[in-house]
């Protein structure tokens, strides 16, 4: 099981944009589909589905949030994973470009596709739901890397701090480890020298990717990208809400904000199963019970989902 499971939040699109990018990205596909009933929210639908082998989540809960750049999703288009065509490079750049186009129709390019110092062909590009992608035809000497992973902004008054928060969160999830860091010059301003300018890091065997950044940009890290650790115990959510949660305010259903203002939700496996019943009334209690609650109480979920 995947440990850690990006989470989408849209206005209304989360079925509309799961479709959108299943279509776009190969071994993806829609697995399950649910609506959450009578929620501050009025009725939410929850997608989960998978984009080239990772599993995301995405909710319709309202225009609270806004994708932003602070956030964003890098796809590697190593020619490997196309070994079997004729000529696996030139697939991955037929790849890449054809994903390009996809994501581009009613989206912004933030950094035009085209050849970059760090990769042959790379762009980064806002899609029409305002969600931000990386592609990148990777080089194929390099370790591999999954083909999708999240990458993380440290931006504004975060901006240097990338570093401190790959070594925070490599001491709060077992199974971590450190990969490549690549730091700003000298002639590098307003990037101070020696702050991340790309490195990426493993907790729980799901890689992210994380940069500093100090020019002047108007965004930071919200709620619109969140990030779900499942667990299977009550020890294990009290364990991560504890080294995790900053800001007592963004308590709520399970979710918290670091101090970096990246946004966790702390959630057991059990969810999963309750709030995929074809009993209504059960997911109805159940939802009910943690629209109630901040840190999530294992025992009176099960207590609500037995309707005791």
């Known amino acids: 099981m995947q440990k850690i499971t990006p989470h989408l939040w849209f206005d209304k699109e ?14 993806s596909g829609i697995i399950n589909t649910t609506v959450l009933h009578d929620t501050p929210s009025g009725d939410c639908d929850v997608v989960t589905f998978e984009l080239w082998n990772q599993k ?28 079997g065509a004729s000529s696996p490079e030139k697939e991955a750049r037929e790849k890449i470009d054809r994903v390009w186009k996809n994501l581009s129709e009613g989206g912004t390019a933030l950094m035009p596709i085209g050849q970059y110092p760090f990769s042959e062909r790379y762009g980064w590009i806002q899609d029409k739901y305002g969600l931000s992608w ?16 999240p990458s993380l ?14 070594n925070f969160y490599l001491s709060v ?6 990969g490549m860091v690549h730091r700003y010059g000298p002639n590098q301003a307003p990037d101070k020298e020696g702050t991340v300018m790309f490195a990426d890091f493993m907790l729980e065997r799901c890689w992210f990717a994380a940069m500093d950044s100090a020019r002047e940009h108007q965004f930071t890290f919200n709620e619109a990208v969140s990030f779900m650790v499942h667990c299977h115990t009550q020890e294990e959510i009290d364990n991560y809400w504890a080294k995790l949660s900053a800001v007592p305010e963004s308590e709520q259903c399970g979710w918290l904000k670091d101090k970096y203002g990246l946004s966790w939700q702390i959630v057991p496996v059990a969810m999963d199963e309750m709030m995929n019943d074809t009993d209504s009334d059960r997911v109805a209690r159940v939802t009910q019970a943690f629209l109630k609650i ?15």
């Open 173 to 178: 999830f077992e199974n971590s480890k450190i």
């Open 134 to 149: 990386q592609l990148m035809l990777t080089d194929p000497e390099g370790d591999p890397r999954p083909s999708i992973l």
């Open 294 to 308: 901040k840190k999530f109480d294992l025992a009176e979920l099960e207590k609500a989902y037995r309707g005791d």
């Open 56 to 83: 995301f989540m995405s909710i319709s809960a309202g225009p609270l949030f806004q994708f932003n750049p602070s956030v964003s999703f890098i796809v590697n288009f190593d020619p490997l994973l196309f070994k």
């Open 14 to 27: 989360a079925k509309e944009a799961a479709e959108f990018y299943t279509s776009i990205f190969p071994d």
């Open 153 to 166: 902004m440290f931006a504004g008054d975060k901006a240097g701090r990338a570093e401190e928060a790959i």
